[in-house]
């Protein structure tokens, strides 16, 4: 059972555009973190979020936890190439173990 | 960032063998994962542990063992390899579990089950 579901799964654009990726779940998390992963390597930790409407800010990159914590997203404003990757949401309930989202691949033109 | 090393990196095998899996990390990390990544799945949890000797299943763990008899090494054994097990697998480790710490992850094992 896929408890996190993201959208879009595939998701390919020109540099400068900006995007959405949402992470959504039925179940409550007590937090909530995003990875990205690059080819042939490991994810990488991009941000942790733990507050019901919680906002943080990576540079382009903007963070929302639902107020419900069921759900979040990520927004890359002026996509770059170097944005291309896979990116996965992470959900703990408590002090469980990470579930891991479905992935959505990115990949931004030149 | 956390030095966690795999291996093999890519690894061929015919179904009925058994297959050893190595993760080793060099940063004194409590808690080792082991996961699985397929297509449209993200990250599968096959086993954790907590501890060295301290292992527990996670939601795939089915023709998988586990073992840590130290805390840099965690081994993922596949005691007879089916294609189904045909994945790539990644090793993570974590100062402590509960989902707000930085889990920090090997760059992955590409295993082929024939």
């Known amino acids: 059972t896929q408890l996190l579901e993201q959208s879009p799964q595939f998701l390919s654009i020109q540099e400068g555009e900006n995007l959405t990726v949402y992470c959504n779940s039925s179940?409550?998390?007590?937090?909530l973190q995003w990875y990205r992963q690059e080819p042939g390597e490991g994810p990488v930790l991009l941000v942790t979020?733990?507050?019901?409407?919680e906002v943080k800010k990576l540079k382009r990159l903007t963070f929302q936890f639902g107020d419900a914590r069921k759900d979040s997203s990520l927004h890359i404003t002026a996509a770059q190439p170097g944005d291309t990757g896979l990116y996965l949401c992470?959900?703990?309930?408590?002090?469980?173990?990470?579930?891991f989202g479905t992935g959505t691949r990115l990949q931004v033109f030149p | 960032d956390a030095g966690i090393t795999q291996s093999p990196r890519h690894k061929v095998t015919e179904t009925g063998t058994p297959v050893t899996l190595r993760c080793h990390q060099t940063e004194n990390h409590r808690y080792m994962y082991w996961y699985r990544q397929d297509p449209g799945h993200g990250l599968r949890l096959i086993h954790y542990?907590?501890?060295?000797?301290?292992?527990d299943k996670g939601e795939v763990s089915d023709g998988y063992s586990v073992s840590r008899s130290k805390t840099e090494d965690f081994l993922l054994t596949l005691e007879s390899a089916t294609s189904s097990q045909t994945s790539v697998y990644f090793c993570a480790s974590e100062t402590s579990g509960g989902g707000t710490d930085t889990q920090y992850f090997g760059p992955g094992t590409r295993l082929t089950v024939l």
């Open positions: 542990s907590y501890g060295v000797k301290d292992t």
């Open positions: 992470a959900g703990a309930k408590n002090t469980d173990k990470l579930i």
């Open positions: 179940s409550v998390f007590s937090s």
């Open positions: 979020v733990v507050t019901g409407g």
